[in-house]
């Protein structure tokens, strides 16, 4: 057992719903232990400013239903240097913490194993981000949220959709991959969906088009993820390829962007979140440290920071094969 008194947990990188019901849980469970905690305002830079407020169990009151991340969360380029790191140590040794918590993606962990490495402060991460895109957890914090919100909007685009007899792309968040893009358009009943890790090939997104049409559908959906480049071309070009090719369809674009990150966070993320907050602070007490709280086959693990920064990913083959037969 490691001789943990206060811990700090903050926020890093971009938000994603289900950050506040983690820092609620990370809070709770050092009041249940009887452990210090201490909030860090705006990430590595509020830790370089010493930009520290305590925290006790009425102080997360009210929080577990929020989108965003009461702690505010930032990019910071000095922590980047060696220079940054110290200024941060020197501000975590004048408050005393032993070790702390921090709620982000694979920059926010980079960044936290550096500091590690450097000044051997102990840490354990919560994988929050949208995108799905750390290894080592089958779910991240955000992302369930971020799909119910895709594919309501969705719907709503198909009844416009409908209404005019037309033809859309919607660019949903995907950087690198597309899990966003392809549970969001397997539920919405999309009639094709492009992701990064598949390039279906510009003939093929005609031939379905073609079929759906023959079919007597009026009006169609095509979800993108906005790191799809299908033969190089992004979701505008692949409006303007499509308006060439099939004049028969009116073309219109939809990009979802940030709202996606926007909103109160769904019961399977705020449950996730509050599992993932006890086991960050169970594992430090435990002496453990450079961990990411995860959970696979709906049990919390623990995978190195290291595997978690460095692994991939991998896109549902079971998911594409359906969606292959829904659009068929």
Not at 71 to 92: H, P, V
Not at 186 to 194: C, K, R, Y
Request: charged content about 25%.
């Amino acid at each position: 057992m490691a001789n943990i008194k206060k811990i700090a947990v903050f926020t890093s990188g971009g938000d994603s719903p289900g950050m506040n019901a983690a820092i609620r849980s990370v809070v709770r469970t050092c009041a249940y232990l009887r452990i210090v905690c201490v909030g860090i305002y705006r990430g590595y830079e509020g830790m370089i400013e010493g930009d520290f407020v305590s925290m006790n169990a009425r102080s997360v009151n009210n929080i577990i239903n929020k989108g965003g991340t009461i702690l505010k969360s930032a990019r910071s380029k000095e922590f980047r240097t060696k220079k940054g790191r110290e200024k941060a140590y020197e501000q975590l040794g004048f408050s005393m913490i032993d070790a702390f918590v921090v709620i982000g993606g694979d920059g926010s962990f980079t960044g936290a194993l550096q500091f590690n490495k450097e000044f051997n402060v102990p840490f354990i991460g919560i994988p929050g981000t949208i995108d799905n895109d750390i290894f080592g957890t089958r779910y991240t914090l955000g992302f369930d949220t971020a799909l119910n919100t895709a594919v309501e909007a969705i719907d709503k685009i198909r009844d416009t959709a409908s209404s005019h007899r037309r033809l859309f792309f919607v660019e949903v968040m995907g950087r690198d991959v597309g899990h966003i893009a392809l549970n969001s358009g397997l539920g919405a009943g999309a009639e094709e969906i492009l992701i990064p890790e598949e390039d279906l090939g510009l003939e093929r997104l005609l031939k379905s088009l073609k079929r759906s049409k023959a079919r007597g559908k009026t009006s169609s959906i095509v979800v993108v993820a906005e790191g799809d480049r299908t033969r190089g071309k992004n979701v505008y070009e692949l409006k303007e390829y499509v308006e060439k090719n099939l004049p028969i369809y009116d073309v219109r674009v939809c990009v979802l962007g940030h709202m996606q990150r926007g909103g109160a966070p769904s019961c399977y993320d705020r449950v996730l979140a509050s599992r993932m907050g006890v086991k960050a602070v169970e594992s430090l007490v435990e002496g453990k440290t450079n961990f990411m709280t995860g959970i696979i086959d709906n049990q919390i693990t623990l995978t190195p920071i290291s595997e978690a920064i460095k692994g991939k990913t991998k896109i549902d083959k079971e998911l594409i094969r359906i969606s292959d037969i829904m659009t068929t």
